[in-house]
Structures are given as C-alpha cells and as structure tokens.
C-alpha cells in the first residue's frame, strides 16, 4: 500500500476570528499575512470561528467575516462554511476537546483550583490583546486546599516559577519570556465549564495540525502560555509569526470600536479589495 506523505510535513495556517464585532483594517493585514503564507508554501489556511465568549458573541458576526474575508480576496480551505476533515471549526461545538485537555492537565498535577473571584477569570474566554493583559496572579490559591469536587471552581496552570520560555519568531526574532515575571498562573478552566482562550487555542492549534500560527504581535506573551501548555499536553508547539499590529492615527491599536476602520465601513465608502490591501503595503492583487 502507498503511505500518503505525512500531513505535518506540509504548512497548514489558520484564520482565527471572534465574531463579536467587524473585522478592521488591522485583521485584515494580519490575515492577509496568513494567506499569503500559506499560499507561499502551497499550503492550507484553516479558518477557526473562536465563538466561546457567549455572551458577546454574534451570529451575524459570523456571517461578516466570512464575507469581509472573502471580499478582501482570503481564500481558505477548510471552515465552519466548507467542512473538512478537522472539524468542526466552531470552538462552541468542540467542548469535549477542550475537557479532554483539561483533565489530562489536572491529573498530572498542572493545575490548582482557585476560588478568587477576578476579573481575569472573566475575561479568560478572549485573547488578550494590547492593554488587556492581566495582573500577575498573586498567588492565593496556589497552594490553598481547595476542596475541588466540591466547589465549581476556576482552574489555573501552575507556571514553573522562573522558567523561561524562549521560541523563534518567524516576524520578529528571538523571543524570551520568563513564568513568574512576564505572567503569572493563568485560567485554563472557568468555573461555569468553559475553557479558556489559552486553552482551546492550544488544543485546536495541534488538534488542526497547524504549522504556523500567524497573528498580532500583542499575543506574543500568550504564545509563551500556550507553548507551556502545549508542553504539558505533550504535544509540539507550531511556528510562530507575530505582526506588527496597526495603530491609528493617534497611536492606538486597532480595535473592534474603530467602526470607521472596520472592512464593511470601508467597503460601504466605497474602498475596493485593492485599495485595502495597497494600504497594508500588500501587492494590488492575488493572482
Ligand atoms: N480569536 C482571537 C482573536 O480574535 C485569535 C487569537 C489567535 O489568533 O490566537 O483575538
């Protein structure tokens, strides 16, 4: 019988979008980038629907950037639209991975439950982009006994205190970033049963067989979280490639509050595919 080659010798890349607003000129730059990686290599582009934060989540956001990406002229081989053989690609329907992860997490000794009501917890179902990052985790719960089975808790990774996690980024060169210093424990598990970015991140990053995971610059410390927890799965991290993330014209990133920048404003003003990408400094158009 022949072997097929073995499907990780060949680049797979990801489109990982929140549907809780339009996308913006900024994703657009970044996911543009994905493609024409992907596209470099003669490789697949994944688009990942991460719709875990419930209550800001939309579906006619869904349905926006599916369009929006398609408008900007992002082709992708396998979604929540197209199927494919790793699916599903809506994290809300991939529960039961995520679980899986989390248990084998807590059996071997990688996590502590934690009672502190935070906003961090809260916050844990999104990315943390610029600004967003939270406070070092003081700690409180580390080594408190907590009495799990009885208590709906949050759970949190036990980072090795002073450890450094150092990777290659494919954008921005040598990385280094210390456990204990740079971040702290961080939420893996909610205490309402959901997991945390972090966490379905890393699960479906390996459980898509993603190469190369190209995003913004600002998820370069939860890069180091994720290749931790990557680790502690067993599993080998992807490449990294971190863009530098656009700001407007007063300095500020990009957010899903700059209605104005969004691809759908944009378009509505009349911008075209082309005009767009010139913008970002990408070639007038994909052949
Ligand atoms: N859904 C996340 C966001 O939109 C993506 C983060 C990532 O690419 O890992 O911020």
Not at 17 to 35: D, I
Not at 69 to 81: A, N, T, Y
Not at 223 to 248: F, K, N, S, V
Request: aromatic residues 8%.
């Amino acid at each position: 019988m022949a072997s097929a080659a073995p499907e990780t010798s060949a680049y797979r890349g990801r489109l990982a979008p929140s549907p809780t607003g339009y996308l913006h000129l900024g994703h657009a730059r970044t996911f543009w980038t994905a493609f024409e990686r992907a596209r470099a290599c003669g490789g697949a582009l994944v688009l990942r629907n991460e719709d875990l934060d419930r209550d800001r989540v939309r579906p006619e956001f869904v349905t926006a950037f599916l369009q929006d990406l398609r408008w900007l002229g992002i082709h992708w081989q396998e979604g929540p639209d197209l199927g494919g053989p790793r699916g599903p690609y809506d994290q809300s329907a991939r529960l039961a991975h995520y679980r899986t992860a989390f248990e084998t997490l807590r059996a071997t000794g990688h996590l502590f439950p934690c009672t502190c009501s935070r906003r961090d917890i809260q916050s844990a179902l999104n990315a943390p982009h610029a600004g967003d990052e939270e406070p070092l985790y003081p700690g409180t719960c580390r080594e408190a006994s907590v009495p799990d089975a009885a208590l709906r808790t949050a759970w949190r990774f036990r980072v090795p205190a002073g450890r450094e996690v150092a990777f290659e980024d494919g954008a921005m060169g040598p990385q280094r970033y210390r456990a204990g210093a740079h971040f702290g424990d961080f939420v893996v598990w909610r205490q309402d049963g959901l997991p945390s970015y972090q966490l379905a991140c890393a699960v479906d990053d390996h459980a898509m067989q993603i190469t190369e995971v190209v995003r913004g610059a600002d998820l370069l410390v939860s890069t180091a979280r994720q290749i931790l927890l990557h680790e502690a799965l067993g599993q080998a991290p992807p490449r990294y490639h971190h863009c530098p993330l656009m700001t407007d014209a007063a300095g500020q990133r990009l957010a899903k509050r700059h209605d104005a920048l969004s691809l759908r404003a944009l378009r509505n003003a009349g911008r075209t595919p082309e005009q767009i990408r010139q913008r970002f400094g990408a070639p007038a158009g994909p052949e």
